[in-house]
């Protein structure tokens, strides 16, 4: 087990801390340029200065395999708000933070933040046996930094909250080319489970590597495997299958016990489509979940039932 020099804090301490270390670094920054602060630097600020009151979150609704099994997978997407109650999406605070202050740890500060108070918010508002899906850039799972900081916020989560689990996604934007694997053994010991983020995504990193890393960390539960939304939209489009079959052997050959999860489908008759290509192609791995925002309570009837058969 690995053992952090830190001083015990309860899961509200350590938020509070980090809300107060962020809001420092962008104080400083104001004070060294007042006349040019970036407008997301400023609604950051000021959403450091309320409490509780930063954050809502909806669901990208997922229906399990198995309809009595308590463990569902429901990705809660989190949304900082401004001034005027518009939506402030955190990748493009992100990048303005990058760009006017160039500090990596401020990135992390961040994450940390809104990251841990997020979760906090959502497992005191939800039933046992939920598991959270946080995503994780590779470059950040590369870094000793944050491994530290994320090993201590996943200890105290768990500690605040046990009986409800975490799912890291590794995201596609970088390779995951074996750097991450301290942090991801450290997770694996707090019995995280891990997910590959739109796997097969024209643009992304992913590789069987990412598979493999995965299946090798994954703790509790098998490793889930997402299948990119944009690809599985334009098979259903073009009805060239092949793409999304060949992505699928590989899941097959490399993480055979994962819980496939298909983004973005809109209804039973395309889970039926597409389960006849994969057995076509020789995937015979069942369809788990299927993420939607598109299904009236009809369709989540017919849906629950297709995958209950695939």
Not at 32 to 60: S, W
Not at 61 to 88: C, H, K, W
Not at 120 to 143: G, K, R, V
Request: proline residues 6%; negative net charge.
């Amino acid at each position: 087990m690995i053992k952090l020099h830190q001083p015990a804090q309860t899961l509200a301490e350590h938020n509070e801390l980090n809300r107060a270390d962020l809001l420092a670094q962008l104080n400083a920054a104001r004070n060294a340029d007042p006349q040019n602060e970036p407008p997301a630097c400023r609604l950051l600020r000021l959403h450091c200065m309320k409490v509780g009151q930063y954050i809502d979150y909806n669901f990208e609704t997922a229906y399990s395999i198995q309809p009595n099994s308590p463990v569902q997978f429901a990705e809660a997407l989190f949304v900082m708000r401004d001034e005027q109650g518009q939506p402030l999406k955190s990748m493009d605070v992100l990048r303005t933070l990058q760009t006017h202050r160039k500090d990596l740890r401020l990135d992390s500060r961040f994450r940390f933040w809104l990251g841990f108070s997020a979760a906090e918010q959502f497992f005191s508002a939800t039933d046992a046996f939920t598991h959270l899906s946080i995503n994780i850039p590779a470059y950040a799972a590369a870094s000793p930094y944050f491994t530290a900081r994320f090993e201590h916020g996943v200890d105290m989560l768990q500690q605040a909250h046990p009986g409800k689990g975490l799912i890291i996604e590794m995201l596609e934007h970088q390779p995951w080319n074996g750097g991450q694997r301290t942090c991801m053994q450290a997770l694996q010991q707090r019995g995280v489970a891990f997910a590959v983020d739109d796997y097969g995504a024209p643009d992304g990193f992913h590789t069987p590597r990412s598979l493999q890393m995965a299946r090798d960390h994954s703790s509790n539960l098998p490793p889930l495997v997402k299948i990119d939304g944009g690809l599985t939209t334009d098979c259903l489009e073009s009805s060239n299958f092949k793409p999304l079959t060949d992505r699928l052997q590989e899941v097959q050959e490399h993480t055979p016990k994962a819980l496939l999860v298909f983004e973005w489908v809109q209804s039973a008759d395309q889970v039926a489509l597409i389960t006849s290509h994969m057995q076509k192609a020789g995937v015979h791995m069942p369809i788990s979940f299927v993420q939607s925002h598109g299904f009236d309570a009809v369709e989540q009837k017919k849906v629950l039932s297709s995958l209950s058969c695939s």
